[in-house]
């Protein structure tokens, strides 16, 4: 019988948002905000594959919903985000900088039909594990090696809705497609 292992993990995160909601004029409203987090990870033990690491992450935010018309209400959202990950027993950092953002259109077509549609760009950034793991993990059964050169992960979007919204009956149906580029997968050795 192989000897009993432990591997005890610890990991302080602490995250805040703070937001500001405000209107101008008729059905024109919005949020602002701040968003920031902090993480510092640690493993001890035989299966650490992901050495000490601290990640400190902010974003700025604002989210617009627009009345062009009585029918037609414009919805946007922007967010920039900041994000530096170190790992602490090589020294080795990265910052990295993302910009999100969406674009919607609501239209109103009767009093029981709306139209939607959508268009995003979202950027995912490479987490502590993905850039600096290097060693066995034991419940995947599998050697896990970060990337310290890992670019982020972009997502391109695109969603269109239709809603019935009657007295009986509610419903709605959508068709929406999104494509992911600079995608992060697990892969084995001599694999593409």
Sequence with gaps: MPPLTITQFFSDYFEGRLESEHSFGEGNQGTLGVQFS????????????????????????????????EEVRVQG???????????????????????????????????VVTFS????RSIKLPNAEELFSNGPHAATQAFEI???????????????????????????????????????RRRRPGSR
């Design 38 to 69: 902090a993480r510092d990870f640690e493993a001890i033990g035989d299966e650490a594959f992901v050495p000490p690491t601290k990640t400190r992450a902010t974003a700025l935010f604002v989210y617009e919903t627009l009345a062009a018309t």
């Design 77 to 111: 959202g922007l967010r920039f985000g900041r994000q530096a990950s170190e790992s602490v027993m090589t020294g080795i950092r990265r910052t990295d900088n993302a910009v999100s953002a969406s674009l919607g259109v609501n239209l109103d077509a009767s009093d």
């Design 117 to 120: 549609a959508s268009v995003s």
């Design 146 to 184: 970060g990337n310290p050169d890992l670019v982020p992960e972009t997502a391109l979007g695109i969603d269109l809705t239709t809603h019935v919204h009657g007295d009986r009956f509610r419903g709605s149906a959508s068709f929406f497609t999104t494509g992911f580029s600079d995608y992060s």
